[in-house]
């Protein structure tokens, strides 16, 4: 028999209800509990979970659909029973004002709000309010407990088409080591691209990698679609990694071929100073685009940027943002060692 309950469409009630949610919860025919936090925050404790915390956030961006809609599927899943959580599981529908509105942001980039950016200075906004409730509801879930392995999935879409459709940002490491098992993950799931952070920045990824010890990645999945345009065929292979390890206790990846992974170091961030920036390059080019030593990249009044030594990729590209803002970061092809993963 059909399980009729509000999380059959958690994504909808919370979209309608785009600032608070009143907390409920239910119990699966598993023996699992589902808490409801907030709207677009739920939490699922099966009745003995292995020893992996596992946090899903998707739509910190409002109109990146495509992982929202692999999370409603993810979702619709477990609230049928299709798929039986072993592992304790924080899903994340992050900003839902801007979901209703088909838009990025309502007032700031909520992924540059973290690690505490959002309490600075005298501003408040929606998105502010939304990152300091998110820090705390992670925190809640990855302190209810010791001991467990902590990872966290934070999936996005990217503004501009990318020479490699999909591809995670490692937060940055001051060990410089990165993990063997989550580097597993990304290629089981068919992502073989990996840019390295040069620096902490105020991201969802580097606040749970930070504060928590998680092992945390930003995941591009391609490019902005509205929703019901995205294939769901594109994110399948991760959808089934996901699966796989929140349902099976000892899932584990293939192990990792490191020199499979195309891997990218960032080297230099370009920061827009005025709103006289402009980049010297065409404002459509896909990320990853690479541009020879010595090559103009951008000017802003007397500043000019260009590119170092080595051939450098660009990745992010915006010159959109807000004075003071990343405009760009640009990176060179790397390697990983062994001495690099742990
Ligand atoms: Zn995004």
Redesign the pocket.
């Known amino acids: 028999m059909m399980h009729t309950s509000p999380l059959n469409d958690f994504l909808a009630l919370s979209r309608a209800h785009p600032h608070h949610l009143a907390p409920f919860s239910e119990s699966l025919p598993n023996g699992a509990h589902i808490q409801v936090w907030d709207t677009g925050v739920l939490c699922i404790e099966p009745h003995t979970p292995g020893n992996k915390d596992i946090v899903i956030s998707c739509g910190?961006?409002g109109n990146?659909t495509a992982p929202i809609e692999m999370c409603v599927r993810l979702l619709a899943d477990i609230v049928s029973g299709r798929l039986v959580c072993a592992q304790r599981l924080l899903l994340i529908f992050g900003n839902l004002e801007s979901m209703n509105l088909a838009v990025?942001e309502i007032e700031e980039n909520l992924?540059r709000l973290f690690c505490g950016e959002h309490a600075k200075g005298k501003v408040r906004n929606k998105e502010r309010e939304r990152a300091a409730k998110l820090e705390h509801y992670v925190a809640r879930f990855y302190q209810a407990r010791s001991g467990a392995v902590r990872l966290h999935y934070d999936l996005?879409?990217?503004i501009r088409a990318s020479k490699y459709e999909q591809f995670a940002v490692y937060p940055y490491m001051a060990s410089h080591r990165y993990s063997r098992d989550l580097l597993a993950f990304l290629a089981a799931a068919d992502i073989n691209t990996l840019l390295l952070s040069h620096a902490p920045a105020p991201t969802f990824s580097c606040f749970s990698a930070q504060q928590f010890g998680a092992e945390s990645l930003?995941i591009?999945l391609g490019k902005v679609m509205p929703f019901g345009q995205n294939e769901a065929g594109r994110l399948g292979q991760l959808q089934r990694c996901l699966s796989a390890e929140l349902s099976l206790l000892n899932w584990q990846p293939p192990a990792l071929k490191v020199a499979k992974m195309r891997v990218f170091q960032v080297t230099q961030e370009i920061t827009k100073q005025s709103t006289q920036f402009c980049f010297h390059f065409a404002e459509q080019v896909a990320n990853f685009s690479d541009f020879a030593p010595g090559t103009l990249l951008a000017t802003d009044g007397a500043l000019a940027w260009h590119v170092a030594e080595y051939t450098e990729a660009v990745v992010f590209p915006n010159a959109e943002v807000a004075v003071g803002h990343r405009a760009a970061l640009m990176a060179v092809v790397t390697e990983l060692t062994d001495k690099m993963l742990c």
């Open positions: 910190i961006h990146e990025r992924n996005h879409t990217a930003t591009e």
